[in-house]
């Protein structure tokens, strides 16, 4: 079942944050974050895994609650490079990554 | 530059036609994802292989099949295309099967007329 992912839009002041969650009916083995340019491919940010582990760029942050099978991406400080649809893909037992239908940001300067 | 090449970058045919989308993964990567995204939609698993093996389906219509050669590359065919396979179809590689980060590529856009 496809993640939920909200909000599905924002758009933010440069230097202001955001928060974009991803939650699941599904127990979660792990979740990813993509970031995807107008036009461009997916570009991995990060992995959370179940039990603590993070694969990712430093400059990303984000957390996952295993009980409640829900992840947040944290952008702060957001400069315009930031701009674009963050998709989160979550993996349950059966190992394939289910992604959301993404949440499109907008920086302005 | 992620690494994994994808051919041909634009795709324009009519319907009823077959085509065949190519992948070239990440060196050293044994798996490879295939997606579908329609315009402004988001991202749709067709299927996944690893190692030569079909690992995962997802969502692909019987009219699509693929394949994964000894040499990694892959093969996405496309038959009996409709106006609504028009959309934009990316390969993804990975080292391992699960749990791992992504590389797409640039992707294929098709075009059914």
């Known amino acids: 079942q496809q993640p939920v992912q909200s909000p599905q839009a924002v758009i933010l002041r440069e230097g202001e944050d955001a928060v974009i969650n991803c939650s699941s009916s599904?127990?979660?083995?792990?979740v990813h974050w993509y970031r995807q340019k107008h036009g461009e491919a997916p570009v991995f940010l990060m992995i959370?895994?179940?039990g603590g582990e993070q694969k990712g760029h430093e400059k990303i942050s984000a957390s996952f609650n295993e009980k409640k099978q829900q992840s947040s991406l944290y952008l702060t400080a957001s400069q315009l490079s930031y701009s674009g649809t963050y998709f989160c893909?979550?993996?349950?037992?059966?190992?394939?990554?289910?992604w959301g239908a993404g949440t499109k940001l907008i920086i302005k300067p | 530059d992620s690494g994994v090449t994808q051919t041909p970058k634009h795709l324009i045919t009519a319907t009823g036609q077959r085509v065949t989308l190519r992948c070239s993964p990440r060196?050293?990567?044994?798996?490879v994802y295939w997606y579908q995204q329609s315009l402004d939609q988001g991202l749709q698993f067709l299927i996944q292989?690893?190692?030569?093996?079909?690992?995962a389906k997802g969502n692909i219509l019987e009219r699509f099949s693929a394949q994964q050669f000894p040499d990694l590359h892959s093969e996405l065919n496309l038959s009996s295309l409709e106006l609504g396979d028009s959309a934009l179809y990316f390969c993804?590689?990975?080292?391992?099967?699960?749990?791992?980060?992504?590389?797409f590529g640039p992707g294929t856009r098709l075009t059914v007329t």
């Open positions: 993804a590689s990975s080292p391992q099967p699960e749990s791992y980060e992504q590389y």
């Open positions: 060196s050293g990567d044994l798996s």
């Open positions: 292989y690893y190692n030569g093996e079909e690992r």
């Open positions: 599904k127990a979660l083995y792990s």
């Open positions: 959370l895994l179940k």
């Open positions: 893909g979550t993996e349950s037992s059966n190992y394939q990554l289910i």
